[in-house]
């Protein structure tokens, strides 16, 4: 056993001067940190958060990369933080963490693999718990989360998971505008070869993180620590189809739920490619079995077919290793109403932003007056929106680019509503049995992927 438990002068609130909030009513925990949203949780200041956190984690580069982005928002020029990183590195600090309960919320983002270990093992020992996606990765893993979204409720914890697509604008936008009737009508069932709603997300393998290159631990690459992406980046559609096209409701797995057909397949991954993004400059042993002639078959890509209170809906989500210049992680979404579709687009020609577009089923004089009418009442909740005609029945919803915050700030978005939950003592109806629906389709997905010869 290691033990490094001082705080870590590089990453202490005394490099700018500010005290730590020692009253705060809420005190962080970050748990074995190897994933670079560990860090982005942290990029602001929350007022009601005290300044030290407390990090308990296996001594390595997980460790060392996490502190580096603390670090850099704790010494950035423009409004930085104050963190100070209270550090215990040890083999056993999952222990040490339960044993010294230095803190209420446990936030977890890291190997996946051990993630709902280390849930189960917060909640019992009276911890909340905010937990990067996916918390589960596999069918097993599946049913001991299950058993902690019993055990939250049992003990009184606010257990809840990191779904920051929500905070993005064109897909807030999308949302209201399916809640007006005179716009978007009633929403389509679809068919399996036209679902009403489809969603996919390009993501890329090498990209800069805070206006630095990525480095992604070896282990990002084994699907059984990472978890396929069929079980992965999907966590954040599936999110999405029940967030948008049923708000409000909760959703039964069993009741509301038909998984139709999923897919899975790789992405090739070259030696030259593995170094870039990891630094490391061979294929380790455990990555083996998934090499051939130098190149790793990643399978980091699927998709889902489904149905949900009869809509049909499909997600898929592809990887590729690096985005073209000026590019980035895109989105694409299209949500199907009887009067319009809503479609977000972020492609080239979007210059790689995301716009959203109303394209009318049946476009006249009426329709076109209905569609101002309902941005006017939008612009009073997001002043600034506007409406453009691009083409007879086709319009450009223009935004504003002070709610184009970007991924990295959606985070801080995210442990807002969080800490508005740990004060009242809960959460909305609706959220875990759309945690448990949502896990429940992600992981049977895979097993019906993983099936397919």
């Known amino acids: 056993m290691i033990f490094a438990g001082i705080c870590l002068m590089a990453v202490s609130c005394a490099s700018n001067g500010k005290k730590a909030e020692n009253d705060a009513a809420v005190k962080l925990i970050t748990l074995d940190p190897g994933h670079f949203h560990a860090a982005l949780v942290q990029k602001r200041s929350y007022p009601q958060v005290d300044n030290n956190v407390y990090v308990y984690a296996p001594q390595g580069d997980d460790l060392k990369e996490h502190l580096k982005k603390v670090e850099a928002y704790n010494n950035r020029e423009d409004d930085p933080t104050s963190w100070n990183e209270v550090v215990y590195a040890g083999d056993d600090f999952l222990q040490k963490m339960i044993d010294e309960k230095k803190g209420n919320v446990v936030v977890l983002a890291g190997n996946n693999k051990e993630k709902v270990n280390y849930i189960e093992k917060s909640l019992d020992a009276g911890f909340n718990v905010l937990a990067d996606k996916p918390m589960a990765i596999d069918p097993a893993g599946f049913r001991q989360l299950q058993k902690c979204f019993d055990k939250a409720k049992e003990k009184g914890l606010v257990f809840y998971d990191i779904m920051t697509e929500r905070n993005e604008i064109t897909t807030m936008l999308q949302k209201e505008l399916s809640m007006v009737p005179s716009v978007y009508g009633t929403q389509l069932q679809g068919t399996p070869q036209e679902p009403a709603f489809y969603t996919e997300s390009v993501h890329h393998l090498y990209k800069e993180v805070s206006g630095v290159p990525l480095i992604r631990p070896d282990w990002f690459y084994d699907v059984e620590c990472q978890g396929e992406g069929i079980v992965d980046v999907t966590t954040h559609l599936v999110d999405l189809v029940q967030w948008e096209t049923f708000p409000g409701q909760s959703i039964d797995y069993d009741r509301d739920i038909e998984l139709l057909d999923a ?55 592809t990887w590729e290793f690096s985005y073209p210049e000026g590019g980035g992680d895109t989105h694409y979404s299209i949500m199907k109403g009887s009067k319009a579709d809503l479609i977000i687009r972020q492609g080239k020609e979007q210059s790689f932003r995301p716009e959203l577009y109303i394209e009318a089923v049946k476009a006249d004089a009426d329709y076109g007056k209905a569609l101002e009418a309902a941005i006017a009442k939008l612009a009073e909740k997001y002043p600034g929106i506007a409406l453009v005609n691009l083409s007879e029945g086709k319009w450009q919803v223009t935004i504003p680019d002070v709610y184009r915050v970007g991924h990295e700030a959606h985070f801080g978005q995210v442990m807002d509503n969080y800490l508005e939950y740990l004060q009242n003592g809960n959460m909305p109806e609706w959220e875990v049995p759309g945690m448990i629906a949502k896990y429940r389709l992600t992981t049977s997905a895979l097993e019906m992927a993983r099936s397919k010869k």
Do not use: H
């Open 263 to 317: 897919n899975r397949w790789p992405t090739p991954v070259s030696l030259k490619q593995f170094t870039m993004s990891t630094t490391k400059t061979e294929f380790p042993d455990f990555l083996k079995k998934y090499v051939k002639d130098d190149v790793l078959d990643y399978y980091c890509n699927g998709d889902i077919l489904y149905k949900i209170k009869g809509v049909t809906a499909k997600v898929s989500v």
